[in-house]
């Protein structure tokens, strides 16, 4: 942590200081706050707005109070710029039964993702997270050279089903046989286009240390050719809404 322009005054009981600019592990601090509001019951408050390497802030949050162990990001390689927004609650007593708590809003730009087996290029949009509970609408990539919009979600609690807890991805693309299957199996053709696929990946609640997932994959195969005898076969512009787990 380096600041160039850092400000702070005792107000009461407590600390507030204002960070104007400066750096942390190479990103650039566009501006910070931070605050111990009372020292009989010390819990640092600190606000970042950062911009830089995507690389460089997975470090940061390597190193946060929201894992346990560096590592548990291992399987995770990015980069690319971003902006990354961070609100603290720190706990600085041991007796203090109120756990840290730290909100943030990742914003990559054009950013190159590989994680569980999937590469997605070109990134954007926004990434909401408290703790690890993370939230996102809004992100776009290219999966497999095609657009692909991406939605993420936690349902950590215990009100879904067993098998629904933990972390969804959910992603809406084009895909074609050519990009899963070499060669193509003989009786679907290739026709030239792609079909639209909506898939659901669900990790598990601890994913990084226990990395179990379940796929879910729904089509209308529209642009398929199947070729096979009727009533299995079907046209390419014909609609045959599929499932497959």
Request: glycine share 8%; charged share 20%.
């Amino acid at each position: 942590w380096s600041s160039d322009v850092c400000s702070s005054d005792l107000v009461n009981n407590g600390l507030g200081g204002i960070i104007q600019r400066g750096q942390v592990k190479s990103i650039q601090l566009d501006e910070g706050r931070l605050a111990i509001p009372d020292f009989d019951h010390p819990r640092l408050e600190l606000a970042m707005g950062l911009h830089g390497a995507s690389e460089n802030m997975l470090d940061v949050l390597k190193n946060s109070p929201l894992f346990d162990s560096p590592k548990d990001l291992d399987g995770i390689q990015i980069s690319g710029a971003a902006k990354l927004d961070l609100d603290m609650n720190i706990n600085l007593d041991s007796r203090d039964p109120v756990p840290d708590r730290v909100e943030g809003w990742y914003r990559p730009q054009k950013v190159h993702l590989q994680t569980f087996g999937l590469n997605f290029t070109q990134l954007a949009g926004d990434l909401h997270f408290i703790n690890l509970d993370f939230d996102s609408q809004n992100l776009s990539a290219r999966l497999k050279e095609q657009p692909a919009q991406i939605s993420i979600s936690s349902h950590l609690s215990s009100a879904p089903p067993l098998e629904d807890r933990g972390y969804h991805i959910e992603v809406n693309t084009e895909t074609q046989l050519g990009d899963w299957f070499h060669p193509v199996p003989s009786p679907l053709a290739e026709p030239g286009g792609h079909f639209p696929v909506h898939a659901r990946l669900i990790l598990s609640p601890d994913p990084l240390n226990t990395p179990t997932m379940r796929l879910d994959l729904k089509s209308e195969l529209v642009g398929l050719d199947i070729n096979l005898p009727a009533p299995l076969g079907k046209m390419a512009a014909t609609k045959r809404p599929t499932q497959a787990q």
